[in-house]
């Protein structure tokens, strides 16, 4: 996986963009679905991609959406205090995610960003120490894994639905 980041991006590919979601972490949130997963979590497995949790959204259409209109919808929703970006894989999308705090943090918005990653730190050290340049950035690491054990996680105030899935703040 490669990213250049030499420059930030303008626009940012998405399935759905949910303004208040009250379930993924104990702040209100906007929740911003990535656009595509190589569903790895199935397909390690020997599994049927179908079981995916996030299949309903992986068949809606992608749209391409400014950063800076998701700022404006952001910023005029005085409930929200975080944003999660997940539902599909956003590592894949990784200079468009990197481009979207950058622009928060660029605009005096230090509010916490909380991303659902399927990989573990190890598949994708070089992106996690990117966005150490960052603040306030929360990870959820690991693999879906059906028919696991849920565990309740202290960081993001949920419970995940596997028990090799955790989190941490990484800035
Ligand atoms: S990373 Fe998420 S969307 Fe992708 S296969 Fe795993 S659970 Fe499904």
């Not at 997963?37 to 809606?60: A, G, H, P, W, Y």
Request: hydrophobic letters at 35%; one cysteine or more.
């Amino acid at each position: 996986m490669t990213a250049d980041l030499r420059s930030c991006l303008e626009f940012m590919s998405v399935k759905e963009i949910v303004d208040e979601n009250f379930q993924d972490y104990k702040k209100a949130s906007m929740f911003i679905c990535a656009k595509s997963c190589d569903f790895k979590c199935l397909t390690e497995l020997n599994k049927n991609i179908n079981i995916c949790q996030n299949m309903r959204v992986s068949k809606l259409p992608t749209f391409d959406i400014k950063i800076s209109d998701i700022f404006d919808r952001y910023v005029s929703n005085i409930i929200t205090r975080a944003v999660i970006i997940g539902g599909l894989e956003p590592m894949l999308q990784f200079h468009e995610v990197y481009s979207l705090i950058y622009y928060f943090r660029k605009n005096n918005c230090p509010d916490d960003f909380v991303i659902y990653t399927g990989y573990y730190y190890h598949e994708i050290e070089q992106y996690i120490k990117k966005l150490q340049d960052l603040d306030n950035i929360i990870i959820k690491y690991g693999r879906y894994i059906p028919d696991s054990n849920p565990r309740f996680d202290n960081t993001l105030g949920i419970i995940l639905s596997s028990d090799n899935q955790y989190s941490e703040r990484i800035c």
